[in-house]
């Protein structure tokens, strides 16, 4: 396994990063007929491959050169990379083993695939070629390690490796918002995600899509023109340059099964995860998932109202009827009363009785309670002045702001 | 593969086995409204995104402890990585490193940047001298310039046009003035005394925004012209007076004029008694008269005729700006003789860099394969061709680029344009113009961007009376428009985006782009090009209107490529896409120029649409559309990552056309993403031998060069055998970055 430090291997490594080639970019400098040059410069910008023949003045050309430099690696892409083991002696070489592992901060990856069994023998000026591929998984430094073990013609079995260091760094940036849904029937969850580029370079967000948890379905919200049309609200031209932003919007309705059984969403639930699928020189594709984005709901304490049935908007002075449920949300029973306030400052008054025995109420359970306002002022009116007193613990509840209307008057057009 | 090692992000990860194609997992924020503690870091990592560079360790005879160490180390690899020794990835990427910041294919070489900054240095340097020596000089001859005045017109006594003589006859007595070295308090109490005088320096006063009308007021009152003028310089040191067109690109224009009227402003008229500052046809150097002054034109076209034919109309139109339209104005209807604008109204050029360019391929042989290698390469050099017109076109046909570009160097020389002379009234003339115009093309194709800037000053926004033919009554009789080739404009324009200064080359060609509207919607309007009442045949109209759209195309395109060359998609596929109503007759090609550009771009949808579209366009049994459908098959797989396809399709269109070098480069770049180097290799060198003057392309050797250093440590001595074949081939404008040596 040894060999002297002054020693020349018979085999050479050499490794290169696949990146996609590039398309070669031209500027050409042409002139008139007339001019002093004549054709001679035309001639010479129409015969370099990097410039269309039909249209010499368009700058991006159909020639494809190799990459020219390492680049930047982003988490969630694909390093794949030519080893190239090759035979610079006049000797025949014999069991060539070549490993490519790739060693990160955390773990060690073995990555060749093609060549794990050892090849019996090498002629002189041939080589052994393989291409790996890994996706990036991790942040921070990563070595890919290459060993190449052979034996000589004379029985010596050599050994070397070599080391190639990269970096692997963050493409983007994403932040996730929470806005409970104001609709007093559902309990929607709208998700704003916000992705910033932090690459050098534009990006061309191929999809990102919401995977919903169990407890959800979801619906996205950034096409225009309706919930069915596939027309992105960011333009035609589908890019994110370097350090912008872009905010997507998901609906998350939770799903019926839950809703019939009349639960609760408590504490911290899980919503889904957000699958990003980005591209960028050529079709470079990169992937990434969030961890799963986590929603705690919001705290209804030990009763819950909410609204079942209420009309958009209501006529002046004609009484409406709302139905409200009410949830024990506590882990006992309750016994409540229903008290009625009517506020002068308010233009919706109670209609009916006001004290009513409500009875006991189980935890978990709920019940529909129909209700009548008749409205007194036009304008956006917010119902409130609910008071449910529980007569075990003697503590009343204080149901304010439950739903607003909007009150007009017909007979002004 | 196996998920593993993510708790270090995220402590809230879930395993991601359930979903087993999804391999990389974002940290988010979990909940509402809070940014998480990620996206902080990640304003830290992103400083890194520059130096991203794949370090590479590297052990060269790695004994069996440093191997046990490394073996031992692999929890703590990256502590011991620090400690190796670091070296580059392979020396593919280290030298491609070296250049990166252009790119090798852009490169320039060492030589050209070199010069650069000679030049620039001597810019800095040489006006000080320049000026002491003028200062001197004009204060001395101003004293008695009156006596001097007559023996300068017995030098053109020969000539049979007076009206140079008539020049030099009127000249001197302003010349005093005009040289602005009367004491700066004299000029003020005459400004002060004088009646009528104070009119004029209330607008002065008003500086800047007025100077257009104290320009008119200079042209309009003859007697006034010599006692205004200089106090215009006086008035306004630095602002210049001519020549800003009135667009929006004046803020940027104006401020490289203003550097170039500083070193102007104090040159004296009076040198004019040494420097022959003749708006007529000078005596012609000895190797002007063995050809005629302008052989690119047509034989019938002669610059000097009388009358105005009809091709020289339409292609020297233009629209000046309005100040230089007034200048123009006063200058024809003054009587001659008697009209004169200052120093730095006129465009004054001069060299900047005149060491011979050399040839770096030469260079490159002789470095590496010594002296006996090098004598035998035979290029063109400035002294084996005439030294004129035609030897330039012989240099040029060559791709002796260098050469050429010593050759306008001589020439301008002996023009009087030479080195020093930038900021000397000199003789501007359509031949010296195209002279000018050569050279700075051919330092373009090099990439000497900032010579091209540097020498370039001197022409201002190349609108300036002098360039312009009407400015010359006597001289080109009823010749109008403008003496710069709209090439040169154009060069003009895209130079200060190679600078990184690319809104200003936008604003300089949105700035053509309207005027070369304007024309367009003057011949529409049954209008000259230049805006005047005559009359034109329908022939000579449709003509002209084809000629001013072709280069309303040409602009499109460059304001596109620009705007591609910033990555601002948006606006550059905009512009693309107005070309495929203006440029109808290259639908198809534009059509698969825009999927190209999506490609790069990564939105794969978009490119498909146009590639469709272009399949749609082309008939089955044209061949040509056939390649270019099939090469935009091949792109599309290799967006799709499918390089064996590719490669099938580019293999395809070489045969339908085996002489199509492009398929066949694009084949050989697929045959490395499939594991075949060695085949790659194979296709290149084979392509390289079959046609070496056409397939020495930059690009190519680019990439042959690439896999050499891939595939074995011999890859110096592939190199030079491919160096040796550049020699046999290529002239001294050949870029050697491209062998990566």
Redesign the interface.
């Known amino acids: 396994?040894?060999?002297?430090?002054?020693?020349e291997?018979f085999l050479?490594l050499?490794?290169?990063?696949?990146t996609?080639?590039?398309?070669?970019?031209s500027?050409p400098?042409?002139?008139?007929q007339?001019?002093?040059?004549?054709n001679?410069?035309n001639?010479?910008t129409a015969?370099?491959?990097?410039t269309?023949?039909?249209?010499p003045?368009?700058?991006?050309g159909?020639?494809?050169?190799?990459?020219?430099?390492?680049?930047?690696?982003f988490?969630?892409e694909t390093f794949s990379s030519?080893i190239?083991v090759?035979n610079?002696s006049n000797q025949v070489c014999k069991e060539i083993l070549v490993k490519a592992d790739l060693?990160?901060?955390?773990?060690?990856?073995s990555l060749s695939s093609a060549h794990s069994e050892a090849v019996s023998e090498l002629q002189p000026?041939c080589?052994i070629?393989?291409?790996i591929h890994?996706?990036?998984?991790?942040?921070?430094?990563h070595?890919l390690?290459c060993a190449v073990s052979y034996t000589t013609q004379s029985g010596e079995k050599l050994?070397?490796?070599?080391?190639?260091?990269?970096?692997v760094?963050?493409p983007?940036?994403?932040?996730?918002?929470?806005y409970n849904s104001e609709d007093y029937v559902s309990d929607e969850v709208f998700l704003e995600?916000q992705i910033q580029n932090?690459?050098?370079?534009?990006?061309?967000v191929?999809s990102i899509t919401l995977d919903p948890s169990v407890y959800y379905t979801a619906v996205e919200l950034n096409s225009c023109g309706g919930k069915n049309s596939n027309e992105p609200v960011f333009?035609s031209?589908?890019?994110i340059?370097p350090l912008d932003s872009r905010q997507y919007l998901y609906c998350l309705t939770p799903k019926t099964e839950m809703y019939s059984e009349n639960k609760v969403i408590k504490g911290v639930t899980t919503i889904g995860?957000?699958?990003?699928v980005?591209?960028?020189?050529?079709?470079?594709?990169?992937?990434?998932?969030?961890?799963?984005?986590?929603?705690?709901a919001p705290g209804y304490g030990d009763i819950r109202l909410s609204v079942q049935a209420i009309p958009d908007a209501v006529e002046i002075e004609k009484p409406f009827s709302v139905t409200c449920r009410i949830t024990n949300c506590c882990e006992r029973e309750m016994d409540l009363l229903l008290v009625l306030q009517n506020t002068s400052k308010v233009g919706l008054l109670w209609c009916g009785i006001s004290g009513k025995q409500l009875g006991k109420l189980p935890p978990g359970s709920s019940l529909d309670l129909p209700l009548t306002i008749i409205p007194i002022s036009p304008g956006l009116q917010t119902i409130s002045g609910v008071r449910l007193t529980d007569s075990f613990l003697k503590r009343t509840y204080e149901l304010d702001e439950i739903a607003q209307i909007f009150v007009y008057n017909p007979e002004i057009e | 593969?196996e998920?593993?090692?993510?708790e270090?992000?995220?402590a809230?990860?879930?395993p991601?086995s359930d979903?087993p194609d999804?391999?990389?997992?974002?940290?988010?924020?979990?909940?509402?409204?809070e940014?998480?503690p990620m996206?902080r870091t990640?304003s830290t990592?992103?400083s890194?995104?520059?130096?991203?560079?794949?370090?590479?360790?590297?052990?060269l005879?790695?004994?069996?402890e440093e191997?046990d160490i490394?073996g031992s180390g692999?929890e703590e690899?990256?502590n011991n990585?620090m400690k190796?020794k670091?070296e580059m990835?392979?020396e593919?990427?280290d030298q491609?490193?070296d250049?990166?910041n252009d790119?090798?294919?852009?490169g320039k070489s060492a030589l050209a940047q070199s010069m650069e900054e000679l030049s620039l240095d001597q810019s800095a340097v040489e006006p000080e001298p320049e000026l002491t020596e003028d200062q001197t000089a004009g204060t001395e001859i101003s004293e008695n310039d009156k006596d001097s005045a007559p023996s300068l017109a017995q030098y053109f006594a020969h000539s049979q046009d007076n009206s140079g003589a008539e020049f030099f006859d009127s000249l001197p007595p302003t010349s005093a003035d005009d040289s602005g070295f009367i004491p700066d308090t004299s000029e003020k109490t005459q400004v002060e005394n004088g009646g009528e005088d104070t009119v004029n320096t209330g607008k002065l006063e008003s500086r800047v925004g007025k100077r257009e009308q104290v320009l008119t007021e200079i042209g309009a009152s003859k007697e006034a012209t010599h006692e205004e003028k200089p106090k215009v310089d006086q008035e306004i040191p630095g602002v210049p007076l001519p020549a800003v067109p009135q667009s929006t690109s004046v803020a940027a224009t104006t401020a490289t004029e203003i550097t170039v009227d500083t070193t102007t402003t104090t040159t004296p008229t009076t040198t004019t008694t040494t420097q022959f500052p003749l708006p007529t046809t000078p005596p012609l150097p000895q190797f002007e008269q063995t050809t005629p002054p302008l052989p690119?034109?047509?034989p019938t076209?002669d610059m000097f005729s009388v009358g105005m034919d009809n091709?020289d109309r339409s292609?020297d139109a233009w629209i000046p700006s309005e100040a230089t339209r007034q200048v123009l104005i006063a200058k024809v209807t003054s009587a001659p003789g008697t009209f004169f604008p200052s120093a730095e109204q006129l465009t004054c050029p001069g060299l900047l860099y005149d060491d011979l360019q050399g040839d770096p391929v030469r260079d490159l042989v002789y470095r590496y394969m010594g002296d006996v290698e090098a004598s035998k390469r035979q290029t063109l050099t400035a002294d084996s061709v005439p030294p004129n017109?035609e030897g330039?076109?012989q240099l040029?046909?060559a791709?002796c680029h260098r050469a050429a570009i010593d050759l306008t160097g001589r020439i301008l020389r002996e023009h009087g344009q030479g080195m020093g002379s930038a900021g000397q009234i000199s003789n501007n003339t359509p031949w010296s113009l195209?002279?000018w115009?050569?050279r700075i093309?051919l330092m373009?194709?090099l990439k000497m961007y900032s010579l091209v800037e540097s020498e370039l000053q001197a022409f201002g926004t190349l609108d300036k009376p002098d360039l312009y033919y009407n400015y010359y009554p006597d001289v080109y009789k009823g010749r109008k428009g403008s003496m710069v080739?709209?090439?040169f404009r154009i060069?003009h324009a895209?130079v200060p985006q190679?600078l990184g200064r690319t809104q200003e080359t936008l604003d300089r060609l949105y700035y053509l782009h309207a005027v070369t509207t304007k024309i367009l919607s003057n011949l529409e309007s049954g209008l000259e090009e230049d805006g005047s009442m005559v009359e034109l045949t329908n022939e000579s109209r449709q003509a002209s209107r084809e000629l001013w759209e072709s280069r309303e195309?040409?602009l499109l395109?460059?304001i596109?490529?620009c705007l591609?060359?910033i990555?601002d998609?948006?606006a550059a596929?905009e512009a693309?896409r107005s070309l495929l109503v203006k440029?109808k007759k290259?639908k198809?090609?534009?059509l698969?120029?825009l999927g190209?550009?999506h490609?790069?771009?990564?939105?794969?949808p978009?490119a498909s649409a146009y590639f469709k579209q272009v399949e749609d366009q082309v008939s089955s049994s044209d061949p040509q559309g056939q390649s270019r459908v099939l090469?935009n098959r091949g792109?599309m797989a290799?967006?799709?990552?499918n390089f064996e396809l590719g490669q099938d399709c580019f293999k395809q269109v070489s045969d339908i056309d085996p002489t199509n070098?492009?398929a066949i480069?694009?084949m050989a770049?697929c045959s490395?993403?499939?594991?075949?180097?060695?085949a790659a290799i194979a296709i290149l060198e084979n392509l390289l031998h079959k046609d070496p003057s056409?397939?020495l392309?930059e690009?190519?050797l680019?990439?042959l060069c690439?896999?050499y250093?891939?595939?074995?440590?011999?890859a110096l001595q592939k190199k030079q055998a491919l160096l040796e074949l550049v020699s046999k081939h290529k002239g001294n404008g050949f870029n050697i970055a491209s062998l990566k040596m």
């Open positions: 396994m040894e060999s002297g430090k002054e020693r291997h050479a050499k490794v290169m990063r696949l996609k080639p590039t398309m070669m970019v500027h400098v042409t002139c008139d007339r001019d002093l040059p004549g001679t410069l001639d010479i015969k370099d491959l990097a269309d023949k039909e249209t003045y368009f700058g991006l159909e020639l494809l050169t190799l990459p020219q430099n390492f680049g930047n690696i988490l969630g030519y190239s090759h610079d060693q990160t901060s955390s773990q060690r990856l000026e080589s070629d393989d291409i890994h996706e990036v998984k991790e942040l921070g430094t070595i390690v050994y070397f490796r070599k080391f190639f260091k990269f970096q760094l963050k983007l940036d994403v932040k996730t918002k929470f995600a932090i690459t050098p370079g534009p990006i061309y191929e333009g031209v589908n890019y340059n995860k957000l699958d990003i980005w591209r960028t020189n050529l079709g470079e594709v990169g992937r990434l998932q969030t961890s799963q984005l986590q929603r705690v | 593969m998920e593993a090692g993510e270090s992000a995220s809230a990860m879930e991601v979903n999804i391999h990389a997992e974002l940290p988010a924020s979990t909940e509402t409204v940014v998480n996206a990640s990592e992103s890194h995104t520059t130096t991203g560079n794949l370090d590479s360790v590297d052990l005879s790695p004994d069996v191997v490394l692999v690899g990256d990585s190796m670091e990835l392979s593919q990427v491609g490193l250049t990166a790119g090798p294919l852009s690119m034109a047509a076209d091709v292609y017109d330039l076109r040029i046909k791709e195209q002279i115009f050569t093309a373009m194709k080739p709209f090439a060069i895209e190679f195309i040409q395109y460059a596109a490529n591609l060359g990555k998609y948006i596929l693309y440029d290259n198809v090609a534009l698969t120029g190209r550009i490609l790069q771009m990564g939105d794969i978009q090469m792109f290799l967006a799709e990552s070098a492009l480069n694009n770049v490395l993403y499939t594991g075949k180097l060695k056409t397939t392309q690009g190519v680019f990439n690439t896999l250093e891939l595939e074995s440590s011999q």
